[in-house]
């Protein structure tokens, strides 16, 4: 049982560069959700999926588009990435609780 | 403005004795609050959480009080220790658009000093 996994856990990109980052877990909940984080900040949430084949913005959408690809898989894709997007990105999932799970990160630095 | 809040940045406490890190929000719709963990270059890690129907959860060395009517809860550490050391975020949770939402904290760096 892996839990929350992401990929990649490092990327540099080039500003205008596109990329997705992927997040899957193993625990079978329903909902799942991205944050980032950034320094002196809290997590703030960018976009969540509370079941599959539903998508909702969070509170810092802006430049992002996500997918909930299936039960398992929610991604989130920086169609042309900007310095003001480098950032430590977390997924998270729950049961349908309170109580959210999260996967290890991926640092992002966009040039 | 921030929902949740985390007034000290960092706090330092020696090995074995208490570490205590407040929280404050705003927002009356809360109804469930969790603290995090979290160690440098790893994701947060769920620690312990509170009803808002209770004022005080116990965990082993964690416990967690809850003021509802000043909107202030707190986080206890005894004895605290140096595996401690890491950055602690409150958080605030609310049902709404068919799941569980979480308001963070700035997050406290929390020493303890061998």
């Known amino acids: 049982n892996a839990g929350v996994t992401q990929t990649p856990k490092f990327q540099v990109l080039k500003t205008g560069q596109s990329m997705t980052l992927q997040c899957a877990q193993d625990?079978?909940?329903?909902?799942m959700y991205w944050y980032r984080q950034d320094p002196g900040m809290g997590l703030r949430l960018i976009y969540y999926?509370?079941?599959?084949?539903?998508?909702d913005k969070g509170e810092v959408p802006n430049g992002y588009n996500v997918s909930r690809l299936n039960k398992r898989e929610f991604s989130l894709r920086l169609e042309s990435a900007a310095p003001s997007q480098t950032s430590v990105y977390f997924c998270a999932s729950t049961p349908d609780t309170d109580t959210q799970y999260f996967g290890p990160g991926t640092r992002l630095t966009v040039l | 403005d921030q929902q949740v809040k985390q007034n000290s940045p960092s706090l330092s406490v020696q090995e074995g004795r208490i570490s205590i890190l407040n929280c404050d929000y705003t927002?009356?719709?809360?109804?469930?609050f969790l603290w995090y963990k979290k160690y440098p270059a790893e994701g947060p890690t769920f620690l312990i959480s509170i009803s808002s129907i209770k004022d005080k959860n116990e965990d082993g060395r964690f416990t967690v009080f809850l003021n509802k009517s000043a909107k202030h809860l707190s986080l206890h550490i005894v004895p605290s220790q140096p595996g401690d050391s890491a950055v602690y975020f409150c958080?605030?949770?609310?049902f709404g658009a068919g799941s569980y939402q979480l308001t963070f904290g700035k997050g406290t760096k929390l020493s303890v000093i061998p």
């Open positions: 999926s509370a079941s599959e084949g539903t998508t």
């Open positions: 927002n009356s719709m809360f109804d469930y």
């Open positions: 958080a605030a949770s609310a």
């Open positions: 625990m079978n909940h329903n909902s």
